[in-house]
């Protein structure tokens, strides 16, 4: 699970497999970390007799396993199947498991589309890109009931990740779909900045015509990206290679250094892609 956790029941011999995230689990206690750390993940799913029989079974927990399996029965809502376990577990603090259920709750009264619209902007949060990239996609390419708003926002998001990953043309257009249908300021301004990080000024003028903005609210734009482009680690940067050039004589040694600096950065954007 990435750290260290302390069991205090034996320990499955057969794990219980999370395919969400292709994790194996073989504790309570890991079953209580993987819940609290991946809360916008859960769904009615994670209600299952699968679950059930694994505690039974291979946790030796049989009256938990037997409640929880009457929980089901009962269609309890998942917020309360989800306290019984943690409480069970004992391995989250108090106010950790009342912060946990709340959100369950709370996202129990969402919508479908809402749900999977949260569960990829969790994703997203935590750089996990590509896998929010595809959940805003699924969810676009759904059949589900989604308002223009919402959908708007859906468009807004997939804009972001494309443009975290450095895709400005494909952010481009999901801004622009966003606008279209959410009608956000944010989305405008972010399709323009999109815009000129493709160097598309022409583009960028055009809209700004067409949609009657006024010349003020385009220069800030522009000047927030001339910021941006200006800023203090960009200019250390350069100063960083102006520093090389003459700390080294020899051109090899220069852009063995500089092929260094960019191995660094493949390394970083690999890792915010990774699924």
């Known amino acids: 699970m990435g750290e260290l956790i302390l069991c205090s029941r034996p320990i499955a011999a057969a794990p219980f497999y999370i395919e969400e995230l292709s994790v194996n689990l073989y504790s309570l206690e890991e079953l209580s970390y993987y819940i609290f750390h991946n809360v916008y993940l859960l769904n009615s799913d994670f209600m299952s007799v699968e679950l059930c029989q694994w505690i039974g079974q291979e946790l030796d927990m049989r009256d938990l396993s037997d409640e929880l399996r009457e929980m089901i029965r009962d269609n309890v809502p998942l917020h309360i199947f989800v306290a019984r ?20 709750a709370a996202f129990e009264n969402k919508s479908d589309a809402e749900r999977k619209k949260i569960r990829a902007d969790r994703l997203l949060e935590r750089k996990r890109i590509l896998e929010a990239v595809f959940e805003y996609e699924h969810l676009l390419t759904s059949e ?5 708003r919402l959908l708007g926002d859906i468009w807004h998001n997939l804009g972001t990740a494309y443009a975290r990953l450095f895709f400005f043309e494909e952010s481009a257009e999901c801004f622009e779909k966003a606008y279209k249908k959410n009608r956000r300021r ?12 493709l160097n598309d000024r022409q583009g960028f003028d055009d809209t700004v015509a067409r949609l009657m903005l006024s ?3 385009a220069q800030g734009i522009v000047s927030e990206v001339e910021h941006v482009f200006e800023s203090t680690e960009i200019k250390r940067f350069s100063d960083e290679l102006d520093h090389m050039r ?9 852009m063995k250094h500089l092929e260094n600096i960019l191995v660094h950065w493949e390394d970083d954007y690999l890792n915010i892609q990774k699924l």
């Open 186 to 197: 944010q989305s405008l301004r972010s399709f323009l900045f999109a815009k000129l990080c």
């Open 85 to 104: 376990l943690l409480n069970a577990s004992g391995y989250l603090a108090a106010g950790e498991i009342r912060d946990t259920v709340d959100i369950i």
């Open 215 to 217: 010349s003020q609210d």
């Open 144 to 148: 589900d009931n989604i308002g223009e």
């Open 246 to 254: 003459s700390q080294y004589s020899e051109q090899s040694a220069y």
